[in-house]
């Protein structure tokens, strides 16, 4: 029986030795196995970077691309804010021309009527050309009040309540969506109160 056991105690040792070579020579596979793991989750990591990088490139390309056209645009919309200024003195006196002339006059004389309707047609056509470049008047008559449109000089009694506008002594004009120039308006203060 000791040959026996010696002889499985031999065989058993050997098996033993036979893994261990096994291993071994299987190690330096098995480490090549873990470092080429290493090495992908380290590629994904940084492709995975580098596409978020490339992502928030290409948006902030995209955005600096949107603001740039619109301050294109803005400048665009806005560059004949000063000519039409100065512009808006020759559309008043234009306005004030044909209200100084009385209504009475104009059916009298045939050549006040023609002057008044060459007056209008220049009104009109400064207007529209105007217009057509984004400048146009406001109504305020007989509207509240609002300091950011409005420029009031006075203020007088009238029917119309408190707050409310009730002449307008120059118009107001805007230039695309900004104020160009405040209407300069007179505001009622209501009634007047009648002494007791």
Same mark, same amino acid.
């Given at each position: 029986?000791?040959?026996?056991?010696?002889?499985k105690?031999?065989?058993?040792?050997?098996?033993?030795g036979?893994?261990?070579? %096994?291993?071994? %020579?299987? /190690?330096?596979? #098995?480490? !090549?196995?873990?470092?080429?793991d @290493?090495?992908?989750e380290?590629? !994904?990591? !940084?492709?995975?970077?580098?596409e978020?990088?490339? @992502?928030r490139s290409?948006?902030?390309?995209?955005n600096l691309?949107? +603001?740039? &056209?619109?301050e294109?645009? =803005? /400048?665009?919309?806005?560059?004949?804010?000063?000519?039409? =200024?100065?512009?808006?003195t020759?559309?008043? $006196?234009?306005? +004030?021309?044909? %209200?100084?002339i *009385?209504?009475?006059?104009?059916? !009298? $004389?045939?050549?006040?009527? $023609?002057?008044?309707i060459?007056?209008?047609? #220049?009104?009109?056509? @400064?207007? &529209?050309v105007l217009?057509?470049?984004? #400048?146009?008047?406001?109504?305020?008559?007989?509207?509240?009040?609002? *300091?950011?449109?409005?420029?009031?000089?006075?203020?007088?009694?009238?029917?119309?309540? =408190?707050?409310?506008?009730?002449e307008?002594?120059?118009?107001?004009f805007?230039?695309?969506? +900004?104020?160009? +120039?405040?209407?300069?308006?007179?505001?009622?203060?209501?009634?007047k109160?009648?002494?007791?």
């Open positions: 029986m000791d040959e026996k056991n010696q002889n105690t031999k065989s058993s040792n050997q098996s033993i036979q893994t261990k070579k %096994n291993t071994k %020579n299987s /190690n330096p596979d #098995v480490k !090549k196995k873990l470092n080429q @290493l090495i992908i380290d590629l !994904k990591k !940084k492709l995975k970077d580098l978020d990088k490339l @992502l290409l948006a902030e390309s995209d691309r949107k +603001r740039h &056209d619109k294109i645009n =803005e /400048n665009f919309k806005y560059a004949i804010k000063n000519f039409a =200024e100065s512009l808006l020759v559309t008043d $006196n234009f306005h +004030r021309a044909i %209200n100084s *009385p209504e009475e006059e104009s059916s !009298k $004389n045939p050549i006040t009527k $023609n002057l008044i060459g007056i209008q047609a #220049v009104e009109k056509e @400064l207007a &529209d217009e057509k470049n984004g #400048v146009k008047s406001f109504k305020s008559i007989d509207e509240k009040f609002n *300091p950011e449109f409005h420029h009031a000089v006075s203020k007088i009694h009238s029917n119309s309540p =408190e707050g409310i506008i009730v307008e002594l120059q118009r107001g805007m230039i695309g969506e +900004r104020l160009l +120039r405040p209407a300069m308006v007179a505001v009622s203060m209501g009634p109160k009648k002494d007791l």
